[in-house]
């Protein structure tokens, strides 16, 4: 599977980027019986993988809610935290089945930062142990736990810089919006 880290400064679309990966794939029927897409929310932080899975099913619960529900886990709240993780694991990819699970998340140096160099190497060893998930993730700045040689995701993410728009650029992208709105009124005359 493929892991896509997109960089760039606040401001430089980022989040228009992802909704607009999310929006396509969703509306792709070809990939309905074969992805399910967990959209974490934007500040999301975790300290565990533990924490990070139940992020993930709460997603899931969002957009899926014939296939998952809060209901599924209870059972995990009354479990040791190593088995809680193995029960929440196997359920989510059991519920799965043969489909591949998209995990879209923003500010991926909190959630690395949150999970610690431990977190880090439990999510790791999930994620190649369980090639049914692949994460396409934002982040303003590559941090050591993405750029150290040490680090667990080091080399992992295939990573795109962004860059600002210019000046002409963004004029460029408010005439479009303008011009898809059918705003004359807003548009300048060229």
């Not at 694991?89 to 999970?115: C, K, P, Y």
């Not at 982040?139 to 150290?148: F, G, I, P, T, Y």
């Not at 795109?160 to 002409?168: A, F, G, I, M, P």
Request: hydrophobic share 40%.
């Amino acid at each position: 599977k493929h892991h896509l880290l997109f960089v760039g400064p606040r401001g430089c679309g980022k989040t228009h980027l992802v909704t607009l990966i999310v929006n396509r794939l969703a509306e792709d029927e070809s990939l309905t019986d074969h992805l399910r897409i967990a959209w974490l929310n934007e500040d999301e932080t975790c300290t565990t993988l533990l924490e990070f899975l139940l992020k993930i099913h709460a997603a899931l619960e969002k957009r899926y809610p014939a296939e998952y529900s809060e209901e599924m886990l209870s059972a995990a709240y009354e479990m040791k935290q190593a088995a809680a993780t193995e029960f929440v694991s196997q359920h989510l990819l059991s519920t799965l089945g043969s489909r591949t699970l998209l995990v879209v998340t923003e500010n991926l140096d909190a959630i690395f930062e949150g999970l610690g160099d431990g977190g880090q190497k439990q999510l790791r060893s999930f994620i190649q142990e369980n090639p049914k998930l692949s994460i396409v993730a934002t982040a303003q700045r590559l941090v050591e736990d993405l750029s150290n040689r040490n680090s667990p995701f080091f080399g992992f993410f295939q990573t795109e810089h962004l860059k600002s728009l210019t000046v002409e650029q963004a004029n460029e992208l408010l005439q479009n919006i303008a011009k898809l709105q059918n705003k004359h009124e807003v548009r300048s005359e060229e």
